[in-house]
């Protein structure tokens, strides 16, 4: 089966960027979706096909996705960013999630 | 505007049937792919299985022999089915709308999500 691995935590600081990793094997290969979920509510789509951001989602958030390792980037990270991200690829016919990791404003 | 409403049993006992149902309001079921995704309480998500326009389905290799995903277009709504539940079983589940476009990368997303139900496995 395919994995992807993401880190548990990440910190910044307000105003600063916040990147998180999505790592899983030729990911680069595979388009890179990324969801922000905060305590309570459901997932909500952030990044789609690697870097393209759905309609009303702020620009200071964008993705890249290369080799083995897919990033979400947050510019200028606000109060409100704080939440659980997570990474998803398809692969073989079926969907796979990263494990998520909680973005914490400090 | 699409909306996505899960519906069913906030308790069922082990090694019961765990039924939902997905309502979808605003749009024709039959133009998209679903989806069910479940998250355990503190915990990641996991994706269930798929229906693909109303036509075929697929589902997790770790869930596959307990899992049905069924559609009823006349009432605009898809449904889960988890046999044998047991306490892991217990979760946050949502229904989403499934974005699939042909492409040699695996192109597929859920850019529309239900408020999602807990459904708790106990006696």
């Known amino acids: 089966s395919y994995d992807l691995t993401q880190p548990p935590s990440v910190s910044v600081s307000p105003g600063k960027a916040a990147s998180i990793a999505c790592s899983g094997d030729k990911l680069g290969q595979k388009y890179a979706s990324w969801y922000q979920q905060k305590p309570g509510q459901s997932p909500v789509l952030v990044i789609y096909?690697?870097?393209k951001r759905p309609s009303g989602i702020p620009e200071r958030f964008s993705g890249s996705n290369s080799g083995n390792t897919a990033t979400l980037t947050i510019s200028g990270t606000q109060a409100m960013d704080e939440a659980d991200y997570y990474c998803q690829a398809w692969d073989s016919s079926t969907v796979v999630f990263g494990g998520g990791t909680r973005l914490t404003v400090l | 505007q699409v909306q996505l409403q899960e519906s069913g049993p906030g308790l069922v006992k082990p090694s019961e049937t765990l039924s939902l149902t997905c309502t979808v309001s605003g749009g024709s079921i039959s133009s998209y792919s679903w989806s069910w995704i479940r998250q355990p309480p503190g915990k990641g998500l996991e994706w269930i299985g798929y229906l693909y326009y109303s036509r075929s389905t697929n589902y997790n290799p770790s869930l596959k022999s307990r899992v049905t995903i069924s559609v009823d277009t006349s009432k605009s709504q898809f449904s889960l089915k988890l046999t044998s539940v047991t306490a892991a079983d217990t979760a946050t589940y949502y229904c989403a709308r499934v974005v699939s476009v042909p492409s040699s990368r695996g192109n597929w997303y859920f850019d529309l999500w239900g408020r999602g139900t807990l459904v708790t496995v106990s006696s």
């Open positions: 096909e690697d870097d």
